[in-house]
C-alpha cells in the first residue's frame, strides 16, 4: 500500500479524505470516516433524517418539496427516492445476515438496537461485512453495475474480449 493522497469531500463540510492505492489490485482506497455515506454526498445522519420525514409525510412529494426546497419536484423526488432505495436495499440485506428478527425499517432497527443513529451503529455492528455491502452504509459496488467489476471470465475490467 502506498499513499495516494487525498480528495475533497464538500458537503456537509469540507473535508479531505486520505487514499492509499494497492498496486495488486490496481485501486485506490479511501478512509472514509465512519458518519459520511459511502458513494453518496452527504452523512449518514441527513439519510436518516431524510428517510424519516419521507415516512411520516403523507406522500414522497410533499417530503421531496419539504427536504429540498432547491430543485424542481422532479429533482427532489429522484434525490429522495435514492435515499429511501438505499436505506430500504441495506435494511433488507442486514435483516437477513444478522438473523435480527425485525422488519427491515429505520424505527424496527432503531428499537432493536437501543439507538437513534442507526446506519452509522449499522457500520459497527455489520464491520465484517462492510467490503461487500452495497452504499451507503457498506464499501461495495453501487447496484446496478455503473462501473465495470473484474472478472476472471473476462479481461481485469470486466469487458467482454472481443473475438
Avoid at 489490485?25 to 419521507?54: C, H, K, M, W, Y
Avoid at 425485525?102 to 432503531?110: G, K, N, S, T, V
Avoid at 446496478?144 to 473475438?163: E, I, T, V
Wanted: aromatic fraction near 8%.
Amino acid at each position: 500500500m502506498a499513499k495516494h493522497g487525498t480528495y475533497p469531500r464538500k458537503f456537509p463540510e469540507f473535508c479531505l479524505v486520505p487514499r492509499w492505492y494497492c498496486p495488486t489490485e490496481r485501486q485506490s482506497i479511501s478512509l472514509l470516516p465512519d458518519f459520511f455515506a459511502s458513494r453518496l454526498p452527504g452523512t449518514l445522519d441527513e439519510v436518516e433524517q431524510a428517510v424519516n420525514i419521507a415516512q411520516g409525510c403523507g406522500s414522497q412529494e410533499a417530503a421531496a418539496e419539504m427536504l429540498r426546497p432547491d430543485i424542481d419536484l422532479p429533482g427532489a423526488l429522484r434525490w429522495l427516492r435514492r435515499r429511501m432505495g438505499y436505506v430500504r436495499q441495506i435494511l433488507t440485506i442486514l435483516t437477513g445476515l444478522l438473523a435480527t428478527g425485525c422488519a427491515p425499517e429505520l424505527h424496527a432497527f432503531r428499537k432493536k438496537y437501543a439507538t437513534t443513529r442507526v446506519l452509522v451503529g449499522l457500520r459497527e455492528i455489520a464491520e465484517a461485512q462492510l467490503a461487500s455491502l452495497p452504499p451507503i452504509v457498506g464499501f461495495g459496488p453501487r447496484p446496478g453495475g455503473r462501473y465495470c467489476r473484474r472478472s476472471a471470465a473476462n479481461n481485469r475490467w470486466g469487458l467482454a474480449m472481443a473475438g
